[in-house]
């Protein structure tokens, strides 16, 4: 699972080939021992549990960087290494 960016204490990855358990584009991220799935296309929470402030870090990052994102699922769900994205500031 490789990271594609960090911070504010949060790291954001992307599983390879990770489309069988939820359909849709989607990251992975962590935060001081919480783990969650995030949707690519709306920033809804699929799976996990999340700080609330954390998750709308999360989401402002994702409504940044959303073609960035999308072009990295392309990647790791055909099996090859996603690139890394700006951090949010």
Excluded: C
Excluded at 22 to 33: A, C
Excluded at 55 to 66: A, G, N, P, S, T
């Amino acid at each position: 699972m490789p990271t594609i960016s960090m911070f504010y204490g949060i790291l954001v990855a992307i599983f390879y080939e990770d489309n069988k358990r939820h359909n849709l584009p989607h990251i992975h991220v962590r935060y001081q021992g919480k783990k969650a799935a995030v949707s690519i296309e709306d920033g809804a929470l699929l799976a996990g549990d999340f700080p609330a402030k954390q998750l709308r870090m999360v989401r402002v990052w994702i409504d940044i960087h959303k073609e960035e994102l999308l072009a990295n699922w392309e990647l790791a769900v055909s099996g090859e290494e996603p690139f890394r994205i700006e951090a949010l500031r």
